[in-house]
């Protein structure tokens, strides 16, 4: 008697998973969803079905049959999937191609007081009026694994993925690229929230505004065209490529980090990224810690980055006051930066900062200032010796004044035409193929007046002959 007692105490207290099928068993997911209990499997068939699913208060497994196959992608004006009140158990969502979600809580996935996995989903094309337009996750835990991100759009911040300040999430195996939002063109973090990035490729995304806080005592300047963290607990990057991305009208063309503490990145490339900004900071080219504290920056490549109107072509470091008593610091080892460009601080920009720099390579980077002066006093000690060998050559100043003008008209050519095509004005590249072009310039000036003298010296003689030859 007291074993059965115990075995219908068993079988009241313990439900066994089960899978539930769409189409075949359920016509739609959603009804599906409503059927599953906790533990339950939601399995969905390769196809084209709609969005708005809501998960609430349970924690199943959605999977669809192939990521290729399986798409929710029917516009729609609200999430594709809306995560809710599940922090139970951890709700799985796998298998998908999410595309054309549209709303205020995000495009791809809404995630609230829960606990989810993401796993081999594709998000495109979804959009956000404010933050997170793949992914918008407040008070979660949120892991996504082998997923892709591309062109998804948010009007603030994050154009992938937004993360709150009461969310910590993970982020391992998975590609950006071509999204899009105000700050942080790929993924933002604020005020509190935990991230980590292992083993992902965040190309060719962009950070299009700038984020100038009026309080002064803890600036932000927008930006981040890759990552953009904002006053949050910590930031983790490993084994990662961040490589073409853009701060439109912001600092950190790969990564913007202010008023953060406990950074580290670890053996990462982060190349072709840029910076700009003429009216506000916008330094770091590769990235930017303002005010970020107790950074430690190993193993990695930072490369073909730049800061087109301020400082810190690979990394800009420190903070945008000139107190003694703000002070920020950083530990970076076994860093290659090759091929950086700044105004100032072609590889590295400090500003009351304490940085232990180790075992470390730097080649190659351009400090825009120094060149531009340096090539201004050549240009000039130049146009002088010119105009004194023209001068004894032809004893004549007119002549040499022609040729220095021919000089000024192809200078003004080159930057016809790169405002045309708009392309920027590299110092050294586009100046060195300028000066080149001015030796040709002032190389056939010289023939075709020479000849002019000689057809003029010819034509007095000409006439000089034939009036003699008529006065006899």
């Not at 115990?6 to 059927?35: H, K």
């Not at 205020?104 to 337009?133: C, H, L, M, P, R």
């Not at 942080?184 to 991230?195: E, F």
């Amino acid at each position: 008697m007291k074993k059965l007692i115990i075995s219908l105490f068993v079988l009241t207290n313990f439900t066994f998973a089960t899978t539930i099928n769409v189409p075949t068993g359920y016509a739609t997911i959603q009804e599906g969803i409503d059927a599953a209990s906790d533990g339950d499997t939601v399995l969905v068939a390769a196809g084209i079905y709609e969005g708005g699913i809501v998960i609430s208060n349970k924690a199943i497994s959605l999977i669809g049959e192939s990521r290729e196959g399986t798409k929710i992608n029917q516009a729609i004006s609200s999430p594709q999937i809306s995560i809710v009140d599940c922090q139970a158990g951890t709700t799985r969502v796998e298998n998908f191609t999410i595309k054309q979600g549209s709303s205020n809580n995000g495009g791809g996935i809404y995630s609230s007081e829960s606990t989810v996995e993401i796993n081999s989903v594709d998000f495109t094309n979804n959009s956000s009026s404010n933050n997170g337009a793949a992914i918008n996750s407040i008070e979660s835990t949120v892991k996504v694994q082998n997923s892709t991100f591309s062109h998804n759009t948010s009007d603030n911040l994050g154009g992938a993925i937004y993360v709150d300040p009461l969310t910590t999430c993970e982020i391992y195996n998975s590609s950006f690229d071509n999204n899009e939002a105000l700050w942080g063109g790929a993924i933002a973090t604020v005020g509190g929230g935990k991230l980590l990035v292992e083993g992902c490729n965040i190309s060719f995304n962009t950070a299009l505004g700038n984020n100038p806080n009026p309080n002064q005592n803890y600036p932000t300047f927008g930006g981040g065209g890759g990552i953009y963290q904002e006053w949050s607990d910590s930031l983790e990057i490993y084994d990662s490529e961040i490589t073409n991305n853009t701060a439109a009208t912001g600092a950190g063309g790969g990564i913007a980090v202010y008023l953060g503490d406990d950074v580290t990145i670890n053996n990462i490339i982060l190349s072709d990224n840029s910076s700009s900004g003429p009216n506000y900071p916008s330094g770091g080219g590769g990235a930017a810690f303002y005010r970020a504290d107790n950074v430690l920056f190993e193993n990695s490549t930072i490369a073909n980055n730049v800061s087109n109107h301020n400082s810190g072509g690979g990394i800009f470091l420190g903070s945008e006051s000139g107190q003694a008593s703000i002070v920020v610091h950083a530990t970076f080892n076994r860093l290659t930066l090759v091929n950086n460009s700044a105004l100032s601080g072609g590889a590295i920009f400090c500003w009351s900062a304490i940085l232990n720099l180790y075992h470390s390579t730097l080649a190659q980077n351009e400090d825009r200032q120094e060149t531009q002066k340096f090539i201004g006093q050549a240009l000039i000690i130049a146009i002088f010796l010119i105009l004194l060998v023209m001068i004894a050559q032809f004893n004549s100043i007119a002549i040499p004044l022609i040729v220095i003008t021919s000089v000024f008209m192809s200078i003004m050519g080159v930057l016809i035409g790169l405002i045309i095509h708009d392309r920027p004005f590299g110092i050294i590249m586009t100046g060195v193929g300028t000066v080149a072009l001015a030796g040709i310039v002032v190389n056939n000036a010289i023939v075709m007046l020479d000849l002019f003298v000689l057809l003029s010296k010819f034509f007095f003689c000409f006439v000089l002959i034939e009036k003699i030859a008529f006065e006899n």
